[in-house]
């Protein structure tokens, strides 16, 4: 089975910074896009920005310039580096990996951002 968790969320002030970590496990084969979604509060969940096998990037243009997605292959551990946050970033923080045409979500993880 695979299966993917998050961690490092939490409560930060406004602009400061965290890392969420992602670790996938359950499979020997290198997923073939990784990538972090959010979910405040009465919105839909969108997607955050997500990172190729090759560690080509896509990011979300209320985020660009302050987070960045990284990968270990690996170990199958993707990466956010949350930077300048806002209170606007807060939401639950998903995890999805697609490997072999599946896609697999983590359980998320809580990030407060205070004013």
């Known amino acids: 089975q695979v299966q993917l968790v998050e961690s490092g969320g939490g409560l930060v002030q406004a602009g400061g910074s965290l890392r969420l970590s992602c670790e996938a496990s359950?499979?020997?084969?290198?997923?073939?896009?990784m990538a972090w979604y959010r979910q405040a509060p009465g919105n839909q969940r969108e997607l955050v920005a997500d990172?190729?096998?090759?560690?080509?990037?896509t990011y979300a243009d209320s985020v660009k310039g302050r987070f960045t997605i990284s990968r270990d292959n690996a170990k199958n551990t993707v990466y956010l580096q949350m930077n300048s946050l806002k209170p606007e970033d807060t939401a639950v923080y998903y995890c999805?990996?697609?490997?072999?045409?599946?896609?697999?979500w983590g359980q998320g993880t809580q990030v407060t951002v205070s004013s």
């Open positions: 359950g499979t020997t084969f290198t997923f073939r896009l």
């Open positions: 990172i190729s096998r090759r560690d080509t990037t």
């Open positions: 999805n990996g697609v490997v072999d045409g599946h896609g697999y």
